[in-house]
C-alpha cells in the first residue's frame, strides 16, 4: 500500500508544481494509518498493547508527516495547513 500512495504523491507533486492554482489533497485514512502503526510497534518492539495504544497517534502523526506531508512541501507552492481525518 506504501509503494502505490507513494506513487501517487509523486505523481501530486509533479502536477502541483506545474500549476498556478490552489490544490486540495485530503487524507482520509489516519485510522488507517494508526492500525498499520500499532502493528508494526507490536512486531518490531517489544511493547505492550497499552504502551502501543499510548504512542500510536504520535507515530501515526511522524509517519504522516515523513512519508506524505514533507514530499507536498517540496512543491513551489505548499499547503499551508493540514487536517488528518479518522474514522471515514
Same mark, same amino acid.
Given at each position: 500500500? #506504501? @509503494?502505490?500512495v507513494a506513487q501517487h504523491v509523486d505523481i501530486i507533486i509533479q502536477h502541483?508544481?506545474?500549476? @498556478? %492554482? !490552489?490544490? %486540495?489533497?485530503i487524507f482520509t485514512k489516519m485510522? @488507517?494509518?494508526? /492500525?498499520?502503526?500499532?502493528? /508494526?510497534?507490536l512486531e518490531e518492539e517489544d511493547i505492550s498493547f497499552d504502551e502501543a495504544e499510548r504512542v500510536v497517534p504520535s507515530r501515526a502523526k511522524a509517519k504522516f508527516e515523513q512519508?506524505?506531508?514533507? !514530499?507536498? #512541501?517540496? %512543491?513551489?507552492? !505548499?499547503p499551508g495547513?493540514?487536517?488528518?481525518l479518522r474514522g471515514m
Open positions: 500500500m #506504501k @509503494a502505490s502541483v508544481s506545474l500549476l @498556478a %492554482v !490552489p490544490v %486540495v489533497v485510522d @488507517a494509518l494508526d /492500525e498499520r502503526v500499532y502493528n /508494526e510497534l512519508d506524505y506531508l514533507e !514530499p507536498l #512541501k517540496m %512543491v513551489v507552492h !505548499p495547513c493540514t487536517v488528518q
